[in-house]
C-alpha cells in the first residue's frame, strides 16, 4: 500500500469527442500493458463501445514510478452531468481535457464552472497538438480569455512545433526539452538546448510562469527580487506551484497528443510534481447533528464515500468506495449510514482497467472496490460502527426528461423493477416511478440520450424487453368557486340498511395548499366516530376528478351538517355519501384543469438569444427575465409548462447550434386555457377507450 502522500485521485472531464478516453488508452498502454491506442479499454458496456462513447463513470488505477494514480474517465455529454458532477466529488484533481482543433467546447464550461463552485484544483491538458491548423499561442489566449477569473491560467509547458510538426515539450521551470519517436512507442530523447522553433513560446510564456508562482510564496518572491530567477531552486518552484495548485491560485496548461503517444510521461510527472495528495484534503460531514470535519488520517476509524456501483454478470454488485479515513482490510464490517445497513467486506480490490487486483489492505486515498454489498447508493456514506458520519456532496441536477415504459409480459414486471433499480444506484440523476394514476412505470433523466441509453441497458444489460412512449402528464383538477353540496346514501336490502348524510361546503384553496377538512358538525347530528369516515371518503373522491378523472388538490371541504341512523349508520355508509356529496358539488363548483409548470433556466450564444425566447414563447412559455453570464452567453428565466418541455431538448439543441443547455424544476401548477382542457379531455377518453 503506498504511502498517502505517493497517491493521486484525479478526473478527466470535458466535451464529448476531445480526446478523454483516447488519452486514457495512452496511459494504460504505455504503464499498465494495454495492446495499443484507440481501442477504448475502459469503455466496458457493449452499448459504449457500439456509439463509441462513454455513458458512465470509469476508474483504474495506474502505477507510476512510486506514485499510484486512480483515474476516472469521465463522460462528455452534459446528459450525463449526474456522473460528471459525482467525480468532481470524488476526485482531488480535475483534468480538463481540450481538443487543440476545436478548442474550449460548451461542455467544457460547464465542468470548469462546478469544479471552480466545488473549490477543485484544474490542470488543463490540450490534446491532438499534432493536428492540422493547431496554432499554440492562439488557443492559450483563447483559453485564458475563456477561464481567467480569479485564477492565473498559464503554460507549464511549451510545444516543439506544432500541428503536424509537433514532435516534443518544453519544461518552462526546468528548462528541460524532450523529443518524441512518431512511431506511438512514447520513447522520448533529451535535448541538450531548447529547439529554436520552441523559444518563441518558451520566451512568451516562461517569464510568465515564474513571476505567477513566486507571488504565491514570500520566500521565493524575495529570493527572485534580489538575486532574479538563478536564485530559484527548480525543485522549491515546483514546491510552490503545488501549493499554488493546491489553494486554486494556478491552473497549469500542459500539452501532448495522446494518439501519437507524445507527451503522456511528462503528464504525469505534473500529476506527481504538482497535483493534490488525499490527505490534503477535508471531507466535511454531519455527526449527530454537528458539522464535522473529516481527518484523512490512517489512525482514524474507518470512513468511505460511495462513488460508484456496477453490475459484472458474474460477480453481482460491485460498489466503488473512496477510502477517506482510516483502513479497511477483508473481514472488517462497515454501516451504511444513510441506508442504516450492516455490510461485512469479504474481498477488497483495486481497479485495473482489465480485471480487478485483490489487496489485504486499503487507506486514505484508495478507491476500493467492494462485490455484494446489500445496499450502496453513489454519494452514500460508509463508517465504522464507532461514528456513523454523512459526508456532505453537492446537490445533483433534477431530472428534466420522462418516458413511459411498459414490459412486453407481465412476468417481466419483476425483473424490469429490478433492473431500474439497479440502474438508479447507478446513477443518481436516472429515476423510476411506479404511476398508479396511470399505471405506467415512469423513468427520468437529464435528457434524451440519457434515457434511451438507459432503456438499451435495461436491454442489453438485464436482458429485459420494454415498450417505450411518451408518459402522460401528472395533470390535477381544482375547483373555482365556492359551493355546498348535499347527498344523502339509503339502502334497506333486509336486515341492517345503509344510511349516511351529509352536507358539505367545498371552496378553493390557494394554489399548492392540497387539502383540508374542517369538521363543523355541532349537536351530534353526525356521530364522532362516523366524521373520520367522511374524511376517508372525501380523500376517496379526490383520487378521481370530474373533468378528466385526475386527482384533486387545493380544496378545502367543511362538513357542517348531516344524519344518521341508530342502526343503518355505518362507516362505509358514510364514506359513500360523503364520496357522492364531493363529486355531486365539484360539478358545480366551476372546475378546471391544472398542469404543471416548470421554472427553466436557458443558457444560449448571444447571437441565438431572441430565437430561443421565440421558442419559449411558442411553447406557451412565459419569459420571466434574460441577463448576460458572459463569454457570449445568455441566461433566459422562464415558466413553461411540461407538456412543452418534453421535446425542448432538440429543439434547444437545433436552434443553437448544439452550444445551448437548459435547467428546469417544478414550480406550480396553472390552470390551462379552454382550449388545451378540451384537449387534456379527448386525450384521456382517447385513452379509456384504448384500455376497454
Sequence with gaps: MANIDKKRIVGLFGHHGCG????????????CGADRIGQRYLDS???????????????????????????????????????????????????????????????????WKIARENKKPVFIFITQMDKEGVNFGELVTSIKETFEDGVKVVPLQVPIGEGPDFRGIVNLITHEAFEYE??????DKKLDVVPEEAKEYYEAYHQELIEDIVETNENLMEKYLEQGEEALNPENVFNALHLAFEEDEIVPILIGSAEMNIGI?????????????????????????????????????????????????????LTYIRVLAGKIKPGDSFVEVQEDSNEKVAHIYIPRYNDREEVNEAGVG?????????????????????RLIKVKYPEFPEPMISKSVKTASKNEIDKVNNALSKLQESDPTFSWEFDPETGETIISG?????????IERLKKTFKVNVEVGKPKIAYRETIRRKVVAEYKHKKQTGGHGQYGHVKIELEPLPRGEGYEFVDKIVGGVIPRNFIPSVDKGIKEAMKKGVVAEYPVVDIKVTLFDGSYHDVDSSDIAFQIAARQAFKDGMKNANPVILEPVMKVEVYTPTEYTGDVMGEISAKRGRPMGMQSVGRGMD??????????????????????????????????????????????????????????
Design 182 to 187: 512518431k512511431d506511438k512507442s512514447g520513447k
Design 45 to 111: 458496456e457493449e452499448i459504449e463501445k457500439e456509439k463509441g462513447a462513454s455513458f458512465s463513470n470509469h476508474v483504474a488505477t495506474v502505477d507510476y514510478k512510486d506514485t499510484r494514480v486512480y483515474f476516472f474517465d469521465t463522460p462528455g455529454m452534459a446528459d450525463f452531468l449526474g456522473d460528471i458532477d459525482v467525480a468532481i466529488n470524488a476526485v482531488d484533481n480535475v483534468v480538463l481535457v481540450i481538443n487543440a482543433s476545436a478548442g474550449v467546447e460548451v461542455t467544457t464550461e460547464r465542468i
Design 366 to 386: 484508495d478507491i476500493i472496490v467492494v462485490p455484494k454489498l446489500k445496499k450502496s447508493k453513489i454519494n452514500d456514506t460508509v463508517a465504522h460502527p464507532s
Design 20 to 31: 478523454k478516453t483516447t488519452l486514457m488508452d495512452a496511459i494504460l498502454n504505455n504503464y
Design 265 to 317: 510521461d511528462r503528464f504525469f510527472e505534473a500529476l506527481r510534481l504538482v497535483g493534490m495528495h488525499p490527505d490534503e484534503r477535508e471531507f466535511v460531514g454531519e455527526l449527530e447533528g454537528k458539522e464535522y470535519v473529516i481527518s484523512p488520517k490512517e489512525e482514524e476509524p474507518f470512513v468511505g464515500l460511495v462513488v460508484k456501483n456496477a453490475v459484472d454478470p458474474f460477480v453481482g454488485k
Design 446 to 454: 437529464l435528457g434524451t440520450t440519457h434515457l434511451e441509453i438507459m
Design 635 to 692: 441566461k433566459i428565466e422562464a415558466e413553461v409548462p411540461l407538456a412543452e418541455m418534453l421535446d425542448f431538448s432538440p429543439r434547444l439543441s437545433s436552434i443553437t447550434s448544439g452550444k445551448g443547455y437548459f435547467t428546469m424544476k417544478f414550480s406550480t401548477y396553472q390552470e390551462v386555457t379552454p382550449d388545451i382542457q378540451q384537449k387534456i379531455i379527448q386525450e384521456r377518453e382517447r385513452e379509456k377507450s384504448e384500455q376497454e
